[in-house]
């Protein structure tokens, strides 16, 4: 399984998204490619934000070696699976698709466990510290539910 986590900078929500299920995958002997990047190019060769590097390292997740990268329609033949943090992401990657097999391949992460409802991750990157911890726990979740629907 490869999948691609998106937001909007990929350097808070989606480096963090990436980290949480590379280690899931890991941890439910499960092989798979885990990457993420942004649809806006304001980051790109950046590492992640120091408030997600953070809060990754305090639930023993290292994500300070990731860069930012932007959204590429290629990303479409090299994953499975392109999970949007946001709907502004999530139709922004729709938009890209250049068939109806490439917009089935886009979700909202937190359809995982709430589906069709529209829940979003939100954008963590103008508030303090608190909402990363918010951020953490909700991808969290979310990356726990879609491997244990991979592990069946």
């Known amino acids: 399984m490869r999948i691609l986590m998106v937001c909007l900078g990929n350097i808070c929500r989606s480096p963090l998204a990436e980290g949480i299920m590379r280690d899931k995958l890991r941890k439910y002997d499960i092989e798979g490619v885990v990457g993420s990047a942004g649809t806006a190019s304001y980051h790109i060769g950046e590492p992640p934000d120091p408030r997600s590097i953070d809060i990754a390292r305090k639930h023993g997740l290292d994500i300070s070696t990731q860069v930012a990268r932007a959204f590429s329609v290629n990303d479409f033949e090299q994953f499975d699976l392109i999970l949007a943090m946001d709907q502004e992401n999530y139709d922004y990657i729709l938009r890209k698709a250049r068939s109806d097999h490439d917009g089935q391949k886009v979700h909202l992460i937190h ?42």
Do not use: H, N, T, W
């Open 111 to 152: 359809d995982s466990l709430y589906p069709g409802e529209g829940v979003e991750v939100p954008d963590p990157y103008y508030g303090g510290q608190d909402g990363f911890e918010i951020v953490y726990k909700m991808l969290d979740e979310s990356c726990e539910a879609i491997v244990r629907k991979l592990k069946l």
